[in-house]
């Protein structure tokens, strides 16, 4: 069976929490509502929004991006934000992924269920794409690629070696960006424009560890290992990330909503 563009892979991430811009969203369009908000109206500002939800303004903007990007918000250069339409939005009993499905990642899935995560850097750079890299993130041969090697744990118990890949130009504060504190999928969010991770190919091969693993990970040469590439695409489709993650079998789980 060939699975193609399988929203929400959920390998690690099998919580159906949502992560906290999509609960500041949420919450944002519950008031609108309540408040009988109208087509027009302008809402509060950024700094009294972040106050009133007790986020920080990164992830307010986050949130705002978000309800822009399904149509009830709308930027006004630098008057603000409005309503831009409430009339077409799905039934709140309906979740939000719904209408709008999202990818989690590894700092969202330990926030939403309560653990400690923690990443060590391997290597930052900055390279040029190789042929098959271009092809596969639609890009030049050539453009730069900000690429990103990183061990990740969970409460200290280390989880995955990841290596990420991801075009410069649809966010360049990747360069500058510490990730070994920072989220990588909260800096594509914050960036201008928003680059939110919407759905994702996905494949799973299960492998026996390479003597690098094998030391990496302290385990033995029987253990198996799965093997996760996924290329993950934003909100106008395009691709934003083509990542490769090596988990330790008896440490990951995957489950994913299969459509046609």
């Known amino acids: 069976?060939?699975?193609?563009?399988?929203?929400?892979?959920?390998?690690?991430?099998?919580?159906?929490?949502?992560?906290?811009?999509?609960?500041?969203?949420?919450?944002?369009?519950?008031?609108?509502?309540?408040?009988?908000?109208?087509?027009?109206?302008?809402?509060?500002?950024?700094?009294?929004?972040?106050?009133?939800y007790a986020v920080s303004r990164v992830t307010l903007r986050t949130?705002?991006?978000?309800?822009?990007?399904?149509?009830?918000?709308?930027?006004?250069?630098?008057?603000?934000?409005?309503?831009?339409?409430?009339?077409?939005?799905?039934?709140?009993?309906?979740?939000?992924?719904?209408?709008?499905?999202?990818?989690?990642?590894?700092?969202?899935?330990?926030?939403?269920?309560?653990?400690?995560?923690?990443?060590?850097?391997?290597?930052?750079?900055?390279?040029?794409?190789?042929?098959?890299?271009?092809?596969?993130?639609?890009?030049a041969p050539g453009a730069d690629l900000f690429d990103l090697h990183r061990l990740r744990f969970l409460d200290d118990l280390l989880v995955v070696l990841e290596h990420n890949r991801l075009p410069l130009a649809a966010c360049p504060a990747l360069a500058g960006t510490d990730f070994n504190s920072a989220s990588l999928y909260a800096t594509l969010r914050a960036a201008d424009p928003p680059q939110l991770p919407r759905v994702a190919d996905y494949e799973v091969e299960a492998r026996h560890p390479t003597p690098r693993e094998i030391e990496t990970f302290g385990i033995g040469d029987t253990m198996p290992m799965l093997v996760a590439t996924q290329l993950t695409f934003n909100q106008a489709e395009r691709p934003i990330e083509l990542t490769v993650q090596v988990y330790r079998g008896d440490r990951y789980r995957f489950r994913a909503s299969i459509t046609n």
């Open 63 to 139: 949130a705002l991006a978000e309800l822009e990007s399904r149509g009830i918000v709308r930027p006004a250069s630098s008057r603000g934000w409005f309503v831009a339409e409430l009339d077409q939005v799905p039934d709140p009993a309906v979740p939000s992924t719904a209408a709008s499905p999202q990818v989690q990642g590894f700092a969202d899935y330990a926030e939403s269920n309560g653990l400690t995560a923690r990443t060590k850097v391997l290597s930052a750079t900055v390279r040029p794409a190789t042929v098959s890299e271009a092809e596969q993130l639609r890009v």
């Open 1 to 52: 069976m060939t699975v193609a563009r399988t929203p929400l892979p959920r390998g690690l991430f099998a919580d159906d929490a949502l992560p906290l811009y999509e609960r500041t969203a949420a919450r944002l369009l519950d008031d609108l509502r309540a408040t009988a908000a109208r087509t027009g109206d302008r809402l509060p500002s950024e700094r009294a929004l972040a106050t009133r």
